[in-house]
């Protein structure tokens, strides 16, 4: 899922290191955990990673497509 966001920041020729900065973590390695999906956003950090790229956050965070086990829930 987040391979998106990679690609928008490499595309933009944006650094890790400056990602780190804008959302606060102390290395870069605790923002590539983040950009890997080995830990998760915070909502408000991935409102500050839309903002900063201009992009609406269901666009970066959330997957396009529901699967049908989802859609055909019987209550």
Do not use: Q, W
Request: aromatic content about 10%.
């Amino acid at each position: 899922m987040y391979s998106k966001l990679r690609s928008i920041r490499n595309d933009r020729k944006v650094s890790a290191s400056e990602m780190k900065k804008i959302l606060g973590l102390k290395t870069e390695a605790a923002y590539y955990k983040k950009e890997s999906g080995m830990v998760k956003f915070s909502l408000i950090e991935a409102k500050i990673v839309s903002e900063k790229f201009n992009i609406p956050i269901e666009e970066l965070f959330f997957e396009e497509e529901v699967s049908k086990n989802e859609t055909n829930h019987t209550a």
